[in-house]
C-alpha cells in the first residue's frame, strides 16, 4: 500500500535530535578531559590552534571539540581564546580535588569517545568519502541500505514541512543531487503535482532508492546512477537540490559541487533555482548543540563540516549565484534558495 505524507504531523523535532546526539556531547567532554584539554585551558587560556599546537593534537578536531563543549556551557570564547568556566575548573579538571570525571568512567570506554579521541591524536583526518563504502558495484548492498534508511529517518519530518512551504513552487523537474532515500522528492512531488523530480546518487543507493519510491507508491520521481563530481548531470531540470550533502566534503569538493550546478544552469535552464538543505551553525560557530555535533561528525569522518549561512552566502556568490534567501525552517535545518546571477 503507497504511504502518503499529507496527512502525517510534524511537530517540532529538536529534541529528538538532541537525543540522538546526547552520547557524542558526553563523549567530546570525556575526550577533552583524556586530551588534555580541559586540564590545559585550566591554567592557560588560548586559542585553538595555540592550544592544539601544545598538546600535540589536530587542531581542526581540536576546534570541533571546543565548540561543541562551548555549547555546552563548559568553555567560554572570547575573540578567539578559550576559557573554562568555574563549573568546568573544579569539577572536570583532573588536577582539581573535586574532580568528577569518575563520575563518567563509562563514557571513556563508548566507541564516540574512543573516535573522537583517535581523531584528536591524528596529525591528519584519514582520507575518507562518503559513499567509499558503496560506491563500487550494483544492485543491493549493506552499508547503502542502511545509510539510506538512517538518513531517511534523519530527513523525513524536515522535508516534509519544507515541502508543505510549497518553497518549490514553480519548479517544473527537480534533480535532487545525492537524494539517497528520495525522501525529499517523494514529499515535493505530493505537494507540487506537475513537478518532476530526479534522484542523482551511485548505483547502489539508487537501487535502495527505487525500493523506496515503490513502497511510498512515488510518482513523477526517477533515478540517474552516476558519480555526481564526475559524470554528467540529467539534462532539463530547473531546480537543484544539495540536502545534506554540502557538510559531507572538504571545501575544495564543496566549491567544485557549487561551480558545477552553475555550469549546469547555463547550459540547461537559465531561469533555475538552487535549493541548499542543511542545519546551520550560528555566527559565532559554538551553536546550536546539536549542529556543533554534527560538525564534529562530518569535520571528523570525512574532512567536510557544516556552515554558517554566511559560509554559504560567500560560497554561493563565489560560485555565480545571488545571495540566498531562507525559503523555510524546521527543527534545526533551513532551506535556502538561490538564483544564478
Known amino acids: 500500500m503507497a504511504v502518503s505524507f499529507k496527512g502525517l504531523l510534524t511537530p517540532d523535532d529538536r529534541v529528538i535530535d538532541d537525543l540522538w546526539q546526547t552520547i557524542w556531547a558526553t563523549a567530546a567532554v570525556a575526550a577533552a578531559i583524556r586530551a588534555g584539554i580541559i586540564e590545559s585551558l585550566a591554567t592557560h587560556p588560548t586559542t585553538a590552534e595555540e592550544l592544539s599546537h601544545r598538546l600535540g593534537l589536530n587542531p581542526h578536531s581540536t576546534e570541533s571539540v571546543l565548540r561543541v563543549l562551548v555549547a555546552l556551557g563548559y568553555v567560554k570564547q572570547r575573540t578567539r581564546r578559550f576559557y573554562l568556566t568555574n563549573v568546568t575548573k573544579i569539577y572536570l579538571n ?186 546551520l551553525l550560528d555566527k559565532s560557530r559554538n551553536g546550536p548543540l546539536m549542529v556543533t555535533i554534527f560538525h564534529l561528525q562530518m569535520q571528523m569522518g570525512f574532512g567536510g563540516s557544516q556552515f554558517t549561512k554566511e559560509d554559504l552566502t560567500r560560497l554561493l556568490r563565489e560560485a555565480g549565484f545571488s545571495k540566498p534567501t531562507t525559503a523555510a525552517k524546521f527543527g534545526y535545518y533551513s532551506l535556502l534558495k538561490a538564483k544564478p546571477i
Open 94 to 279: 583532573p588536577k582539581s580535588e573535586l574532580y568528577r570525571g569518575y563520575q563518567l568512567w563509562e563514557h571513556f570506554e563508548t566507541d564516540q569517545f574512543k573516535f573522537i579521541v583517535n581523531r584528536l591524536k591524528r596529525k591528519r583526518i584519514p582520507k575518507q568519502t562518503f559513499g567509499d563504502a558503496w560506491k563500487s558495484g550494483i544492485g543491493e548492498n549493506t552499508q547503502a541500505k542502511a545509510v539510506a534508511r538512517g538518513m531517511d529517518a534523519v530527513i523525513k519530518a524536515s522535508a516534509i514541512s519544507m515541502s508543505r512551504s510549497r518553497a518549490f513552487s514553480g519548479i517544473k523537474k527537480l534533480l535532487d543531487v545525492g537524494g539517497g532515500s528520495g525522501t525529499y522528492v517523494s514529499a515535493i512531488t505530493e505537494w507540487e503535482k506537475s513537478l518532476e523530480a530526479v534522484v542523482l546518487d551511485l548505483p547502489s543507493m539508487c537501487h535502495q532508492t527505487k525500493k523506496f519510491f515503490r513502497k511510498r507508491g512515488s510518482q513523477r520521481v526517477s533515478t540517474h546512477d552516476a558519480d555526481f563530481f564526475v559524470d554528467d548531470w540529467p539534462s532539463d531540470c530547473d531546480g537543484i537540490l544539495f540536502s545534506n550533502v554540502l557538510h559531507d566534503w572538504p571545501l575544495k569538493d564543496v566549491k567544485k559541487l557549487l561551480h558545477r550546478a552553475r555550469t549546469y544552469i547555463n547550459s540547461n535552464a537559465r531561469d533555475s533555482s538552487l535549493f541548499i538543505h542543511e542545519a
